[in-house]
């Protein structure tokens, strides 16, 4: 398995990692890992500051390997979060976590975003707060 430099897709950054691609899964180095996401392998599991989610007993093999490496895959799939990534697998994207995605449909307030209707005026749906607003969209593919 070669190393090869992959862009990797966050909430938070974007960002270019050194990384092995096998089948659907991907290793990164535990810097690598701690650099695209904050998250660190410890002895107690990962972390991020004070959070640690431990590796499921048994399971070990899924999520590390002898040289150190963790598969961001399987990690992601433990948060609950998707990680996908394009055909060639050179771009990935991390999905945001599940607390960040029930903080979002809690509040049932949809992102701000600016689009021009036929006649080339902007409309930004921050104009419409308080309004009811029907937003339809379509896709070709």
């Known amino acids: 398995m070669d190393t090869m430099t992959i862009t990797l897709l ?8 050194a990384a092995q691609v096998s089948g659907e899964d991907l ?12 998250w660190k392998l410890t002895p107690d599991g990962f ?3 004070s959070l640690c989610i431990p590796i499921p007993p048994g399971r070990e093999a899924e999520f590390t390997r002898a040289d150190g490496s963790i598969n961001l895959v ?10 996908v990534h394009d055909d ?4 990935w994207a991390l999905d945001a976590s599940t607390a960040a995605r029930s ?3 809690t509040s049932l307030e949809a992102p701000d975003f600016t689009l021009p209707d036929l006649s ?14 029907l937003l339809a969209s379509w896709a070709s593919w």
């Open 74 to 83: 399987a990690f992601a799939h433990l948060r609950g979060q998707a990680l």
């Open 88 to 91: 060639e697998a050179t771009v």
């Open 27 to 38: 290793w990164l180095a535990a810097d690598e890992l701690t650099h695209a996401t904050g």
């Open 103 to 105: 903080a979002t449909r």
């Open 120 to 133: 080339g005026r902007l409309h930004s749906l921050h104009d419409h707060r308080g309004k009811k607003v």
């Open 10 to 17: 966050t909430e938070n950054v974007d960002t270019s990692v």
């Open 47 to 49: 972390c991020q500051a």
